[in-house]
C-alpha cells in the first residue's frame, strides 16, 4: 500500500524555520512529481511548491524566497525547508505525490503535519 508520511511540523515563533518531510514508499519515486500543499482553518487546501521528477520547481508567490522545495530520489524523501514564517503560514501541511499518463493520473497524500506559527 502506498504511503506517505510527513514530519517535522510543529510550533515555531514568528521569522524562524522548519523543515518537513515527506517518506514514501511502494511508489517509483523517480517517477512521480512532488508537492505541498496546506490548509489552514476555514480555507481551502492551496498548492504551496512543487518539484517535478526532473527537478524543476515552481512556488506559490506568498512563499517564493521563503520556502524551497527539494527531493531525494535515493531515499524517497521530499522536503520543504521553511524560512521567515508568519502567521499565515499555520496551517496542516501535506504532501502529494502526482503522477500523469496517457491512462490518467495516480496521485497520493500524507495525512498531514500541523505547523503553528505563534509567539
Known amino acids: 500500500q502506498v504511503q506517505l508520511v510527513e514530519s517535522g511540523g510543529g510550533l515555531v515563533q514568528p521569522g524562524g524555520s522548519l523543515r518537513l518531510s515527506c517518506a514514501a514508499s511502494k511508489i517509483i519515486f523517480r517517477l512521480y512529481a512532488m508537492k505541498w500543499y496546506r490548509q489552514a482553518p476555514g480555507e481551502q487546501r492551496e498548492l504551496v511548491a512543487d518539484i517535478s521528477s526532473g527537478g524543476s520547481t515552481n512556488y506559490a508567490d506568498s512563499v517564493k524566497g521563503r520556502f524551497t522545495i527539494s527531493r531525494d530520489n535515493a531515499k524517497n524523501m521530499v522536503y520543504l525547508q521553511m524560512n521567515s514564517l508568519n502567521g499565515e503560514d499555520t496551517a496542516v501541511y501535506y504532501c502529494?505525490?502526482?503522477?500523469?499518463?496517457?491512462?490518467?493520473?495516480?496521485?497520493?497524500w500524507g495525512q498531514g503535519t500541523q505547523v503553528t506559527v505563534s509567539s
Open positions: 502529494k505525490a502526482e503522477l500523469w499518463s496517457v491512462g490518467g493520473v495516480l496521485h497520493y
